[in-house]
């Protein structure tokens, strides 16, 4: 099947929603699907297979007009330009993300299945005016609407009164592999965090935790050379911040760690960019890489991680961002191992759930 994904974000990069489309294009290529990339002539000038790690890539095709991430007038050409390419390439099915791309898509009665990660509150006025007064999800062109998380999906009903036949909700994924290590009793042990460094996310909660909890190695992958520098002028001497890698050097330093941190802020998350809250919607692709790496995972306690985590079950949930009272749980590790190799056990065996090639069967089962 000709299937062209319409992505209009940098390409290749580090940013979640880049890593989440070239893995799920590549799994459709690995099912010898012609699978197209279209995004803006953006992002680093590298291979797919070299940036990602991927095996079987997309192809990638880069509109080269848009030399820029597509913002005001570009965002609407990007989805007009994108959409003619896909037309000239005689596509059969379209996949994307962007809401814009999906009303012109319905217009043209195109074959389309669309992913959505969020509520439209970021979305710009006419694509609200769009999906306030069309009813933009019902055309009968929809294969399937993909919601990221349950209350993704709740959302979108509850708003816009999609035929629940047609929506279904498909988890983020992890492409990387790893052989699971029992945790063994250390004088101290490497604790590590792999993302964003926007303050909601918890970077600089990790700060503090490093400078309270000195007995232990602490490090921080994520964010521009630029925010690293910022972020280091008052660190501990236990705590080492590098700027982010590509996702095919993340095995390799997330192999070095015994423990994985997601401090988010349960009341308010922000997106990449900085704006919008997505607390209640939010499925990180940071989780599911944490699940295949088989380490011991301690996260804050947001509902909507309920469906995936559980609290020592397959990771230990702290409940408030006090520094206290994480640097208790790590202390308790070490007298305890029988029981944290059994949660790191059942998160690495629940990770095989959530690979590319089941989330791309799922997404094509139409």
Known sequence: M????????STPSSNPSSIQVVNTCGALASLLHDVKLVVPNTGFKTSLSKFYGLKKPPKLIRLKYFDKTPFGINYYLFSIFSILYGILNKTEVYITRNLFTLFLLNILKKKTIVEVHHNIDNEGRLVKFLYRNCDVFNKKNILKVIAITNPV????LNNYKIDKKKIQIISSASSLKFKFKKLRKKKSYNIGYFGSLDQSKGSNFIIDLSKVDKHNNYFIYGGL?????????????????YPRVPYSKIRENMSKMDILLMPSNPKKLKSLGGVGNIAKF?????????????KLIISSNLKVFNKIIKDKQNCIIADKLDTKSWVKEINKISSNLIKVNKIKKNAFDL????????????????
């Open 153 to 156: 999906k709740k959302y979108l």
């Open 351 to 366: 990770s095989k759930k959530f690979t590319y090639l089941k989330r791309v069967k799922k997404i094509m089962d139409i």
């Open 282 to 294: 939010t499925s990180p692709l940071k989780l599911f890489d944490y699940l295949a790496s088989g």
């Open 225 to 241: 050379k630029e925010e690293v520098i910022k972020l280091k002028k008052n660190i501990s001497k236990n705590l080492k911040i």
């Open 2 to 9: 000709r299937i062209s994904y319409l992505f209009n974000s």
